[in-house]
């Protein structure tokens, strides 16, 4: 069955720390990757996507997420981490080469971050 | 530009009761998605239109729950004799024909009482 995992339900990380949040999927061919990110009380607002080729993507605000096939992950870093990014982050897949499928998504990871 | 709208943004509503959500996306977008946000399920794909085809209800949970889409544009998600277990945050998304991004309205959280 389609999934995706987000092993960590809640990180903590000081403020400047680097980030990384992990993602991994089970899917039958290489899907489509994304990642939301959701504010308190806000819609999911896209970080970033991947479809094909260069496996490392870069996003708004500073992150990036690097695709490994070998591992069916897709982690989303960042070097160094501001207040404002605590929230709650949600990696999603959705079915290749096919628009308007729906997203499956992960249970999403909290991040706080403190001073 | 204006992204996708939600309303209400916030709807209490005694058990048994119906009640009505719309969405409003953006401007051009074919594709439009319903989804429901609850706690301990997370993100559930409830229903997808794209233009004049017919709507892929795979998602609905229930024959409770209808939704539709006027025109091409706006979208009302019906919801016939809510239970409790209905709570939760309805999320509409839409992009282009063709597009694989979607774009998030800021949802609206039902209580049901």
């Known amino acids: 069955a389609q999934s995706v995992t987000q092993p960590d339900i809640h990180i903590t990380v000081s403020e400047g720390a680097s980030l990384e949040l992990r993602c991994n999927y089970s899917?039958?061919?290489?899907?489509?990757l994304f990642w939301y990110v959701q504010s308190p009380g806000q819609g999911l607002q896209l970080l970033l996507k991947y479809f094909s080729g260069d496996t490392l993507v870069q996003g708004i605000k500073g992150f990036e997420a690097e695709f490994k096939r070998s591992q069916s992950s897709f982690n989303l870093r960042k070097p160094s981490v501001h207040w404002s990014d605590a929230a709650e982050y949600f990696c999603?897949?959705?079915?290749?080469?096919?628009?308007?499928?729906?997203?499956?998504f992960g249970k999403g990871t909290t991040l706080s971050v403190s001073s | 530009g204006a992204g996708v709208s939600q309303s209400p943004s916030n709807k209490v509503t005694e058990k048994g009761k119906d009640v009505e959500l719309r969405c409003d996306p953006i401007s051009g977008h074919t594709a439009l998605y319903w989804y429901r946000q609850s706690l301990g399920q997370g993100l559930e794909f409830l229903i997808y239109?794209?233009?004049?085809?017919?709507?892929?209800k795979s998602g609905l949970p229930s024959d409770r729950f209808s939704a539709e889409r006027t025109g091409g544009s706006v979208s009302t998600l019906t919801i016939q004799r809510t239970q409790q277990e209905d709570s939760a945050v309805y999320l509409c998304?839409?992009?282009?024909?063709?597009?694989?991004?979607?774009?998030f309205g800021p949802g609206t959280r039902l209580t049901v009482t």
């Open positions: 998304a839409s992009s282009l024909r063709g597009g694989n991004e979607q774009y």
């Open positions: 999603a897949v959705g079915a290749p080469n096919q628009a308007g499928t729906a997203l499956i």
């Open positions: 899917y039958g061919a290489t899907p489509y």
């Open positions: 239109f794209q233009g004049n085809s017919a709507p892929d």
